[in-house]
């Protein structure tokens, strides 16, 4: 079982960075595939990034290439999103969520088997 827990949404303007932490518990978190999901407004949520247990592979849908940097650090049981260069179309409530799934099924498939809370990220133009 696992236990996650987002901070550090808020609200931004255009071009800013926020730096999204995930706090889990639980004693199988340095083995599952972590991920970032997020919500806009009106729409249906979608996959934002994922990061294999070691950290040693990195996945990033097209849309946040390049400004977007997912991260973990095992000792902490912490999975981090770094968002710079933030658009008005990246409002969304972010989700953290963690996958017994290896990383390649993971990325395919975008399941999970434990989410968190989510937060809430609002950028303004």
């Known amino acids: 079982q696992v236990q996650l827990v987002e901070s550090g949404g808020g609200l931004v303007q255009a071009g800013g960075s926020l730096r999204l932490s995930c706090a889990a518990s639980?004693?199988?978190?340095?083995?599952?595939?972590m991920g970032w999901f997020r919500r806009p407004p009106g729409k249906e949520r979608e996959f934002v990034a994922a990061?294999?247990?070691?950290?040693?592979?990195?996945y990033y849908e097209d849309s946040v290439k390049g400004r977007f940097t997912i991260s973990r650090d095992n000792a902490k049981n912490t999975v981090y999103l770094q968002m710079n260069s933030l658009r008005p179309d990246d409002t969304a409530v972010y989700y953290c969520?963690?996958?017994?799934?290896?990383?390649?099924?993971?990325?395919?498939?975008?399941?999970?088997?434990?989410w968190g809370q989510g937060t809430q990220v609002t950028v303004s133009s």
């Open positions: 969520a963690a996958s017994t799934l290896p990383y390649s099924d993971f990325v395919a498939r975008r399941v999970a088997d434990y």
């Open positions: 639980g004693r199988s978190f340095s083995r599952n595939t």
């Open positions: 990061i294999m247990w070691s950290g040693g592979s990195t």
